[in-house]
């Protein structure tokens, strides 16, 4: 019994070591071409994720102000900011934009704005003036996704 198991083993082949050495070569420079494309799919699925959550708090607060018929003010304090705040009744909430597993963000919005939903549905700047456009972008620039605000009617939609 053991003789005719030896022969067997005898005529088996393993792969060789250039072999070997030429199929790690080859996953290596199909991984190099494809993590560039697949890290960049992580970073537009975080500024997907980030436009949608400022999306769902500016409604949010257009319904708050609808609904209660109170002032509600949507707030990003700062340039390339991380956070906003949502203010209504003399509430304050903050929120922070969503970030990686260790919870650091990796988003922002670009520019400063207030925003003030009426409770006549109109949104505006704490001036008066029809409010602005919102930007979200990943924390080194790209990709972003603007949000557009109607002023009138308050009407809420990602333009790209």
Do not use: W
């Amino acid at each position: 019994m053991g003789g005719r198991l030896c022969r067997l083993r005898g005529d088996e082949r393993g792969f060789s070591l250039p072999e070997l050495m030429i199929v790690i070569l080859i996953m290596g420079i199909v991984f190099g071409i494809a993590s560039p494309t697949f890290f960049g799919a992580i970073e537009s699925r975080r500024v997907d994720s980030a436009t949608n959550q400022v999306l769902a708090d500016l409604r949010l607060a257009q319904s708050q102000a609808t609904n209660r018929l109170i002032e509600t003010t949507f707030d990003v304090p700062s340039a390339n900011s991380t956070t906003y705040t949502i203010e209504a009744d003399g509430n304050t909430d903050t929120r922070t934009l969503p970030g990686d597993d260790q919870g650091t963000p990796k988003t922002k919005i670009v520019v400063a704005t207030t925003i003030v939903f009426k409770p006549t549905g109109e949104a505006t700047t704490p001036a008066g003036d029809p409010a602005g456009d919102i930007t979200v972008a990943a924390l080194d620039g790209e990709p972003v996704h603007t949000i557009e605000i109607n002023p009138i009617t308050s009407r809420l939609r990602i333009v790209n």
